[in-house]
Nanobody
């Protein structure tokens, strides 16, 4: 059983920064890829960033150059550094554990934490 606990959200002004953390349980953390999703009110959950077990990263276009995903396998932690935040980044952010297919398609294992609220507003 995998447990994911997100933290680090809050209220920040436009242009500000936040660092989200994800604490993951399970001895096989290093085997899996990790991802960050977000869900804004009234919208579908979207995958924002992923990192493979080898450290390769990918981002949606709207956060490229502003967000950085990272992981610490020894601590079974994943992080999302968010800079130059915009009001449209406001959402509940969730981390996820997943795998990539041979064709490079991400698939979440389906475990979810409670999420952490990020609000960008002046």
């Amino acid at each position: 059983q995998v447990q994911l606990v997100e933290s680090g959200g809050g209220l920040v002004q436009p242009g500000g920064s936040l660092r989200l953390s994800c604490a993951a349980s399970g001895s096989r953390f290093g085997f899996y890829a990790m991802g960050w999703y977000r869900q804004a009110r009234g919208k579908q959950r979207e995958l924002v960033a992923t990192i493979t077990n080898g450290g390769d990263t990918d981002y949606i276009d709207s956060v490229k150059g502003r967000f950085t995903i990272s992981r610490d396998n020894a601590k079974t932690m994943a992080y999302l550094q968010m800079n130059s935040l915009k009001p449209e980044d406001t959402a509940v952010y969730y981390c996820a554990m997943g795998v990539f297919s041979d064709s490079g398609e991400w698939r979440s294992l389906g475990y979810w934490g409670q999420g952490t609220q990020v609000t960008v507003s002046s």
